[in-house]
């Protein structure tokens, strides 16, 4: 018996200790406001970049994942479950879910992943000087080296087919760029709206005949069906392009993008600062230094482009 209530005691004193242990783990929250390769990619290297500043799910933190499946309604779920728990820093990938979460969190650290134009959105006053309680890691592009692109591979296009969310603040902002880029370029955006991701293929369909190639935006509504577009492309024999690389990987004919698994160990850098005491208003957001040229080669065929032999050789990856 007393062998017994040892066992039992050491048992107990073991669950306790095990208990306070998890108890005392960072606690963090990480959402996204739906699955595609550049969202996947940021959410593998944000866990990947939080392990190597010592936050293992699991083992050093605990890490509550949630993704909203496309769903704002979701996501506004998402953030009010966040808002409830005792996190220590929350992580959003996209301009929707930052939103959310910043609104429901109210003071609490917010590091945002892969949003387009954080200050248009409303989530830092600045880039630079960020200030409150939110950064993070933005992929807006330069414009003008994706249009001189298609310039080159489809020389003679005039008007750029844009398919993007009129609802996402993203999305309309990544469109009046564009409009400027182009105009410097002398080349005209054609809009086509699609309020969700079951519209796309409409939308793409409706600039067939209206334009002389289609460029897509870092917009999750668009990115997560892009073989809708990229079927109407083949079809139509109507240059793709787009603005993230696994777009390409997908079927779209070219794309100069930030390398978003990168992109994610950058956020995690920062909310690894942040989780050992920094300010988050004191780390300016950034945006990835370098962009990647990739190609696909079956795509370009079906869609009527001859790729020169200099720009395939610059390509980061030619998809055959």
């Known amino acids: 018996m007393r062998i017994l209530k040892g066992f039992l005691t050491a ?5 306790f200790a095990s208990s306070a242990t998890a108890k ?19 959410r593998e290297g944000i866990i990947d970049g939080l392990k190597s500043a010592g ?17 704002m309604a979701t996501q506004a779920q998402i953030a009010n479950e966040f808002s409830g728990l005792d996190l220590d820093i929350s992580i959003a990938i996209s301009t929707p879910s930052a939103q959310a979460l910043k609104n429901s969190l109210k003071g609490k650290p917010l590091i945002f992943a892969a949003v387009t134009d ?15 309680n939110v950064t993070g890691t933005s992929d807006q592009q330069p414009y003008p ?15 750029i087919g844009v398919i993007f969310n009129p609802g996402e603040a993203n999305s309309v902002s990544q ?29 793409a369909r409706s600039l067939v005949g209206r334009t002389d190639a289609i460029l897509l935006p ?22 793709v392009f787009a603005c993230d690389t696994g777009s390409v990987e997908r079927g779209a004919l070219a794309a100069l993008g930030f390398n978003y698994y990168e992109m994610g160990k950058l956020t995690a850098q920062m909310a690894g600062k942040v989780l050992k005491g920094m300010n988050p ?28 032999a200099e720009i395939r050789a610059g390509a980061k990856k030619v998809i055959e």
């Open 24 to 42: 005392d783990l960072p606690l963090i929250g990480l959402t996204y406001i739906v699955e595609h390769p550049a969202i996947d990619a940021v």
């Open 55 to 71: 936050y293992e799910d699991g083992k050093t933190a605990k890490i509550v994942i949630r993704s909203a499946q496309g769903n």
């Open 175 to 203: 469109v009046e760029s564009l409009k400027v880029a182009a105009k410097a370029s002398q080349l005209e955006i054609v809009e086509s709206p699609a309020a969700q991701s079951a519209l796309v293929g409409d939308a």
């Open 281 to 308: 208003g004191e780390i300016p957001a950034q945006v990835p230094g370098s962009q990647d040229l990739y190609l696909n080669a079956s795509s370009a065929k079906a869609m009527g482009v001859d790729v020169p």
């Open 11 to 15: 048992a107990c004193l073991a669950w």
């Open 118 to 132: 954080p200050v248009g959105a409303g989530l830092v006053p600045s880039m630079a000087k960020p200030g409150g």
């Open 145 to 159: 080296p994706i249009l001189e692109l298609i310039r080159k591979l489809a020389p003679g296009a005039r008007k």
């Open 218 to 239: 870092t917009d999750s509504t668009v990115v997560s069906v892009v073989e809708s577009v990229v079927t109407v492309g083949k079809t139509a024999r109507l240059p």
